[in-house]
């Protein structure tokens, strides 16, 4: 065969006729183009052919000069189409090729998939969802067990923390999260100086957005933006390094050495999340009343000013329970991100879904914990 | 059916399908071969031999157009796979199918889906037949019950073998393997050979190998060629047989006939 001279090679043609008996004949080159154009037309024509056969049908390939597997399946489908027709059908002149290439879909005819159709009904389905909850809740019990194992141990023996691990992630984390956390803290800042200065204008109590912007950005609005903005850029970071971990078969290769996973990965990340979160948080505070401090400008109080109010509304308590509030967000953040990782399946899809579900669950997580600190705080009279 | 267009390629002569000349490759000051020139003709099966390192899988990729030559031409089907861009190189790639090292099956598709996605992208055949093919193929590889599984629900093996399928959908002049019997167990590699000759012999697919399953070489290949590092060329060409037989380069010699026959290596 030789395909320069495949333009030379007749065209793929086709004719039938009844008499004096029912006959298919193709010839020419039964490639791919040629089922393209003729997949539809021929396979009625079949039909038609062999509804009127009412016995045997002669297929005639001597004319054949090529057959691709395109080809194959069309003659396949012309099989069962005279099959169909109760036309029983003979071939005529198929060679090496065609018979090559026929094999498979025959064979395939007697072919079993290897995993039975889905027949199960709700209720079978309905306790799969329950197993799936019920391991997916162990799976995140085992690994809170084990995280906590790993932190305890880390306090006993602090000489087997992965320090260096730690100070790198504590920078990709923290050091580098420095311009976006400046920008939005900043925005924040300003938005709510501006909002409620509007409205304290009416009755001249300008000075006392200094109150309302300190106290909602260090007890709520610092420690909640940080940790979102921890869970999109450092736990979606973590999920996915660990996620390729697991896919490349990394994190096998680790256990098998005898180190364990939580420790020489997780730990590391979990003690940066731990160590940046509330120096973020921080951070953002002051670069938040420094953007509301601006705004007050324009509003005729001068910076001495409202920094002597904020200091005054201040009280350590303020401080203290955002802090708080930060270090378990951290805590929180780089967990998830961790434990999303080392759930990935394989596959590259299952290392976007773990790294979604990192930035999801952090965030969900985040705001449930903001409400159950505000109950928490309430009663201590925090 | 006449004989004329069935005729079997004897892998000796017979149009050159691809023409390597003055193929000097490497990455940036690294160069790791200077200046090969070979010919692959249509319907041999044509390997890629060279210990590791020594530029076999580059000089696949640079045959298919991934990597750019530093210097020299390489023609494939009549084209030169470096300068063509648009739909000429489309048309190139159109030829030949590529089976990856590791497989590169996608993992968010099941096999059929992968198989049938050249079909999806190259041809405008009914979505009935594309299944067919489809399914044909992976029955081919002994995967015909297996199309509705994902890559990650089976073995390493059978993703090289789904692999082969999809790589030989739409029927290529050339089809590139590459290390196609690495991993596999010693049965299915048989079988992987009978299906590689018989794609040659019956349907005349040119095969370009990298290999060095020196079992499996023996078996199947018409041609060799052997990349030697230290020289940065090609050390021997030619029949396996004959080269470890009668080659006097001491290199081919201790590849060719390392596991192949110990007793047989001179003392």
């Not at chain 1, 007697?110 to 997916?136: N, T």
């Amino acid at each position: 065969m030789d395909s320069t001279a495949a333009s030379a090679e007749p065209p793929f043609e086709y004719d039938a006729t009844v008499d004096p008996a029912p006959r298919l004949r193709l010839s020419g080159r039964l490639d791919v183009h040629a089922v393209e154009q003729h997949w539809g037309s021929l396979r009625r024509r079949a039909r038609d052919l062999g509804q009127q056969a009412a016995g045997a049908v002669l297929v005639d390939l001597r004319g054949v000069e090529y057959c691709d597997g395109a080809g194959a399946a069309l003659l396949h489908a012309l099989e069962q189409d005279f099959a169909r027709a109760d036309a029983e059908v003979r071939f005529e002149g198929m060679g090496r090729m065609v018979e090559e290439q026929l094999a498979p879909y025959r064979e395939l005819d007697a072919v079993e998939p290897a995993r039975a159709a889905d027949g199960r009904g709700w209720w079978q389905g309905w306790m799969d969802g329950v197993d799936r909850v019920g391991r997916a809740a162990h799976s995140q019990f085992s690994f809170v067990g084990e995280l906590t194992r790993a932190v305890g141990s880390a306090l006993r023996h602090p000489r087997q923390v992965r320090w260096g691990d730690t100070l790198r992630v504590a920078e990709a984390a923290g050091f580098q999260a420095l311009p976006i956390v400046s920008l939005i803290a900043f925005l924040l800042g300003v938005i709510l100086a501006f909002q409620s200065a509007i409205a304290m204008r009416q009755f001249g109590g300008e000075i006392f957005v200094a109150n309302l912007v300190a106290v909602s950005l260090f007890r709520e609005l610092g420690p909640l933006m940080m940790a979102i903005l921890l869970a999109g850029r450092s736990g979606a970071a973590f999920a996915a390094e660990i996620g390729t971990m697991k896919v490349n078969e990394e994190v096998n290769a680790l256990k098998t050495m005898g180190l364990d996973p939580v420790r020489f990965l997780v730990l590391p990340k979990v003690l940066a999340g731990l160590l940046v979160a509330p120096l973020l948080a921080l951070y953002a505070n002051m670069i938040g009343l420094i953007g509301a401090a601006v705004v007050m400008q324009g509003f005729g109080i001068p910076w001495v000013a409202f920094f002597n109010q904020v200091t005054s509304a201040l009280s350590l308590s303020d401080l203290f329970s955002g802090l708080v509030k930060a270090v378990v967000f951290g805590l929180v953040v780089a967990g998830v991100g961790c434990l999303r990782g080392l759930q990935t399946g394989s596959g590259a899809a299952s290392v976007g879904l773990s790294t979604t579900s990192a930035v999801v669950t952090s965030i969900i997580l985040i705001v449930v914990l903001d409400g159950v600190f505000a109950v928490l705080f309430y009663h201590l009279g925090v | 059916m006449t004989d004329a267009g069935m005729t079997v390629p004897d892998g000796t002569q017979g149009e050159v399908v691809i023409r390597v000349r003055g193929l000097t490759m490497g990455f940036d000051d690294l160069v790791l071969m200077r200046d090969l020139n070979f010919d692959v003709r249509r319907g041999e099966i044509f390997v890629i031999l060279g210990g590791s390192g020594s530029g076999k899988s580059t000089l696949l990729k640079h045959m298919i157009g991934l990597n750019r030559p530093q210097a020299g031409h390489i023609w494939v089907a009549g084209s030169d796979i470096a300068e063509a861009e648009g739909a000429q190189r489309e048309a190139i790639l159109r030829r030949v199918g590529v089976m990856y090292q590791m497989g590169a099956l996608f993992g968010s598709m099941t096999l059929l889906e992968n198989v049938r996605l050249p079909l999806e992208v190259h041809t405008k055949l009914p979505r009935q037949a594309m299944d067919a093919i489809a399914r044909a193929r992976l029955q081919l590889v002994g995967l015909g019950s297996f199309a509705e599984f994902m890559p990650s629900e089976i073995s390493g093996g059978m993703q090289k073998r789904a692999a082969i399928a999809r790589a030989m959908v739409l029927d290529p002049e050339v089809l590139f393997l590459d290390e196609p019997s690495a991993g596999l167990d010693p049965i299915t590699s048989a079988d992987l050979d009978r299906l590689i000759q018989r794609l040659a012999r019956t349907l005349g697919m040119t095969m370009v190998i990298v290999s060095h399953e020196l079992a499996s070489i023996f078996a199947i290949a018409d041609r060799v060629i052997m990349l030697d590092k230290e020289s940065q060329g090609i050390a021997a060409e030619g029949d396996p047989a004959t080269l470890r037989d009668t080659s006097n380069h001491p290199w081919v010699q201790r590849f060719l006939r390392r596991t192949d026959s110990d007793e047989e290596r001179p003392a």
